[in-house]
């Protein structure tokens, strides 16, 4: 694996902590479902594995238990394809051509089936719900959760939308029930094993990595920036907060754009959920209202931008919070 070192920056004393902004202490909401099976069993490799990936979305989930994320898994080569690829060509010594060729798929291989079979449960359906339209209506909600079973299973399995419909071309979406079976990419990301040493965001190429202490990378994944230059913070900064299932604060100030927000002229507290503004995961830095968190519409990230956060995936976010920690060095680059 090739190693990565920090920059030189990173060496210096944390910044002065900042009280945490934008959000309200953290709720506790119902995760997505558990993948279930015996404590510390250790499982069989399947007949046929290990074996080369031998197209894109085979690619893209082996490329994902490996830490890096090529986003919403669509079986397709896209920016955010590459340049997973480019980040495992590096770390294997290849040309970093993003590009899926023959030397590439010799080396990136899949230990077990990239398929696997998801069955819905009542559990599942029970909490789908409507999400207001509204800054109003959205605070006056229970929970900001999975508005349909195809989003909720999307986001399980890091997959868009599409793909899970054209993985189950058979299913009336509008009228399923518990016990129904999905083919869905079967995607998990490594158990952490040590928190990460620094952090690095790329503005130019919209992603984020962390790095171990022994400068192995633990997860590498697209990230939406602000949409204005003069929002996208560069340099050295620091976590000072970090709140899972966190809820979201509302300030009608941040939104000068937003006619509803002119008219309310007051903030108001938004429950937590994978709806809630900032998703599942909440990392404020030492810049007021500055943080990396998650987002509603995970197949927009890195395509569209935001007001001057760092947007990623919640199962981007889900898993960096448990990377991350209070003082943690969050290097900004062009």
Not at 106 to 131: F, K, N
Request: aromatic fraction near 6%.
């Amino acid at each position: 694996m090739v190693k990565k070192f920090p920059p030189a920056l990173l060496v210096l004393p944390p910044t002065k902590v900042l009280p945490p902004v934008v959000v309200s202490p953290p709720v506790v909401v119902a995760p997505p479902p558990a993948r279930v099976g015996p404590p510390g069993a250790s499982l069989p490799v399947p007949a046929g594995f290990p074996r080369p990936v031998v197209n894109p979305l085979e690619a893209q989930v082996a490329l994902a238990r490996l830490g890096i994320s090529a986003g919403s898994i669509d079986g397709a080569i896209g920016s955010q394809t590459r340049q997973a690829l480019r980040q495992f060509q590096q770390q294997n010594h290849l040309p970093g051509t993003g590009a899926l060729d023959a030397a590439t798929r010799s080396l990136l291989t899949l230990e077990a089936d990239p398929m696997t079979t998801y069955t819905v449960t009542a559990g599942d359906l029970a909490r789908l719900q409507p999400i207001g339209k509204t800054w109003l209506e959205k605070s006056a909600q229970t929970a900001l959760d999975y508005e349909s079973e195809l989003e909720l299973v999307g986001e399980y399995c890091h997959a868009h939308p599409s793909l899970i419909r054209q993985l189950n071309p058979q299913i009336n979406w509008a009228k399923l029930i518990p016990g129904t079976r999905l083919r869905i990419p079967d995607l998990h990301y490594p158990d952490p094993t040590d928190k990460a040493a620094w952090v690095t965001i790329h503005l130019s190429g919209k992603y984020l990595e962390a790095y171990d202490e022994a400068t192995n990378l633990l997860l590498h994944c697209p990230c939406s920036i602000a949409a204005h230059v003069e929002k996208r913070p560069v340099g050295l900064l620091h976590v000072v907060v970090v709140a899972p299932h966190p809820n979201y604060t509302f300030d009608p100030a941040v939104f000068p754009e937003s006619p509803e927000a002119r008219a309310l002229g007051r903030k108001l507290i938004l429950p937590p959920g994978p709806n809630n503004p900032v998703g599942v995961a909440w990392m404020g830095l030492d810049r007021p209202g500055y943080g990396m968190h998650g987002t509603p519409v995970p197949e927009q990230v890195g395509r569209t931008e935001s007001h001057g956060c760092f947007r990623l995936a919640n199962w981007d976010a889900e898993y960096l919070i448990k990377l991350v920690w209070v003082g943690l060095p969050v290097q900004v680059v062009p």
